[in-house]
């Protein structure tokens, strides 16, 4: 993570977040979940998994529902990074975000994964 977030040219606050098992939708994963925001009010409420539509059905978006640290006038970057059982980045991805006042759901596109192999998600959000 820390590699991710030096290779970033923007400034960012992060506060860790964590979220219970009963937070994320079930992907026969653990419910280990690492999240970071960029400030306390960010507050990430649920991680769900979207699948392909066709056989062999593969994780290829994840949906990160969210609070934005700031109503209005603010863009974040949000990251996501799936592990297997042995930490080993399997997947990635990220999408922009405007703030919003209302609670948004920020779909990050993944290359095409297995859902047996993931077993952990880290999520980043940072402010630009």
Do not use: F, H
């Amino acid at each position: 993570m820390a590699v991710l977030l030096g290779l970033l040219v923007t400034a960012s606050y992060a506060v860790l977040i964590s979220l219970s098992s009963t937070d994320v939708n079930a992907l026969g994963g653990t419910g280990l979940v690492d999240v970071s925001c960029p400030a306390s009010t960010c507050q990430i409420t649920r991680v769900s998994w979207t699948l392909t539509t066709s056989p062999p059905y593969l994780v290829d978006r994840v949906n990160v529902q969210w609070t934005t640290a700031k109503p209005i006038g603010a863009t974040y970057t949000v990251y996501v990074v799936l592990y297997d059982n042995n930490n080993v980045v399997v997947s990635s991805g990220s999408a922009t975000q405007a703030a919003s006042p209302l609670q948004v759901t920020t779909t990050v596109d993944v290359s095409n994964i297995s859902p047996s192999v993931v077993y952990r998600i880290e999520v980043v959000i940072v402010e630009q």
